[in-house]
């Protein structure tokens, strides 16, 4: 296979007016989406100057563009680097100055928290995708389209599966988000990994609502759907009764649904009548999933297929079939069928079954790097053992339960906040001494931040001010919920915040 765009274009002479993907706006055939591909590799190509290496980012809702824009660099050996659309301008200057992409297409929903980024990155060529608004200083994406040669090649020769094609950008542990780098390999043997987990073919229609940017969205069900030449459902973002309306017109027979999506769809009265029998299951993970919602949905007749993985596994790296998944709601399932997966202890020895231990996974979906990061890469990495950070344990059956994640990271509608980010800000504030925080439970989203503060004898902050500080520098659902006030944080002998002491008192 000379690279992962080859999947469309095949598709597209099998089986040309075969429906690919479907949003509100459009709907595209395999021979419109190979079509549309081709055009956007001419144009990145020829008129912006895209080879193989260089990065291609992108700020945008779900949509047709995005998938073609990624195949696009797929086809030319460039890399995809996808910008979660809920950051702030501070993490946007961060990224592209760590990515230093050549080409910056961006929707005109999020061209006002970036537009003042387009002097500090002149090595970058800011797009807008598709816009009416003469601006010679944002070319139009639609515009070059256009005028886009179809004589010349859409192609860069000698692209295979092992060229990188995906930077996808996760919260640091350090403070600064580290870019996990996915080759087409990785995508590949996803994808066949989500293939034998759903039971996938041809004849299914896939919705997907969780945002792309994340692997979660793009890799459990998209991507793989288009491979095996399944239809694919796309909406820009995910609103719960949106979700289930199209649940019930357009019948879909997989999605996939993290607990804070499952419960506010389950939070609805329409959760009740809405007619569930085209699906054949709900997929479901990113953080722990509770028994209880799952036997809520059991009640409508669905089994909720657990999955564990990390953006590093791209994602997928242990699950469970549909079948498994009526049984075995305490455990997330065995190694994906191109995976391997161990248990170890400190000393980083296979544990007893049984025992727990940090969860590792080795196979060809694990990243290829962290983005000009070889220390982080180092530690992550050992002897392509990918080191998730995870506790877990095996059943009598030896299916993985999933005991804790890593440490300190927050869950939070399923998304992955590092204290470490949270705390460099709160650092920064005059007058903050020291600051921790930790994740409290919720109902709604699972878990969300609090701020443990300590102040400078003399300082006047206050609760309202700390929180309003955030504003414009991290996401908003980075933000802290809360502000306790302490004289002192507890640290053991070594001198180390003792953060499980601070978790329990909130």
């Known amino acids: 296979m000379p690279n992962i765009s080859s999947w469309i274009d095949a598709h597209a002479r099998f089986n040309p007016e075969k429906l690919a993907i479907v949003d509100p706006q459009q709907s595209y055939s395999y021979a419109q989406l190979a079509a549309g591909i081709a055009t956007n590799a001419r144009v990145l190509k020829h008129q912006l100057r895209v080879g193989r290496g260089d990065r291609v980012a992108y700020l945008g809702l779900n949509g047709i563009e995005f998938i073609s824009l990624l195949f696009a660099c797929a086809r030319l050996g460039a890399i995809f680097v996808p910008l979660n659309w809920r950051l702030e301008t501070p993490e946007y200057d961060y990224i592209l100055a760590d990515a230093s992409p050549k080409v910056f297409i961006v929707t ?109 969205g793009l890799n459990i069900q998209t991507l793989p759907a288009l491979y095996v030449g399944a239809t694919v459902i796309l909406h820009a973002r995910f609103q719960p009764q949106h979700t289930l309306a199209t649940i019930h017109t357009q019948k879909p027979s997989l999605t996939v649904l993290v607990p804070a999506t499952l419960n506010a769809i389950l939070a609805l009265p329409q959760w009740h009548t809405t007619d569930l029998s085209s699906l054949r299951s709900i997929t479901s993970g990113s953080s722990i999933v509770p028994p209880s919602l799952i036997e809520v949905v059991a009640k409508r007749g669905l089994p909720v297929q657990q999955v564990y993985g990390l953006t590093e596994t791209s994602p997928i790296a242990v699950y469970q079939t549909a079948e498994q998944a009526t049984t075995k709601f305490n455990s997330t399932g065995l190694p994906a069928l191109h995976c391997q997966m161990k248990l170890v202890g400190e000393d980083n020895i296979k544990v007893a079954d049984g025992q727990v231990g940090r969860i590792l996974i080795k196979g060809p979906n694990v990243l290829f790097e962290y983005w000009g990061n070889p220390q982080a890469t180092a530690e992550a990495l050992n002897n392509g053992w990918f080191d998730t950070g995870d506790l877990g344990h ?61 102040l400078e004898q003399s300082s006047l902050l206050d609760k309202d001010t700390i929180l309003k500080s955030f504003a414009g520098q991290l996401a908003r659902f980075k933000h802290p919920s809360e502000v306790i006030f302490l004289p002192t944080l507890p640290r053991n002998v070594m001198g180390k915040v003792q953060k499980f002491l601070l978790r329990e008192m909130v």
């Open 108 to 216: 005109d929903d999020f061209k006002s928290q970036v537009e003042t980024l387009n002097a500090a990155h002149p090595d970058c060529r800011f797009v807008l995708q598709d816009s009416s608004d003469v601006d010679q200083n944002w070319p139009c994406l639609h515009t070059l389209q256009q005028a886009a040669d179809a004589s010349e090649d859409s192609h860069n020769a000698h692209v295979d599966l092992h060229a990188p094609v995906l930077i996808v950008y996760t919260s640091g542990t350090t403070g600064h988000p580290k870019g996990a780098v996915l080759t087409q390999q990785a995508l590949f043997y996803n994808a066949l990994n989500s293939q034998h987990m759903h039971n996938m073919s041809c004849s299914d229609t896939i919705l997907t609502v969780l945002p792309m940017f994340h692997v979660g």
């Open 394 to 454: 095996l059943g009598p059956d030896g299916h993985l339960v999933v005991d804790d994640r890593a440490k300190d990271m927050i869950i939070s509608g399923g998304e992955n906040i590092y204290p470490a980010e949270l705390e460099a800000h709160l650092h920064g504030l005059d007058g903050v001494l020291e600051a921790a925080v930790v994740g409290r439970q919720d109902s709604r989203w699972g878990e969300t931040p609090v701020a443990i503060v300590v």
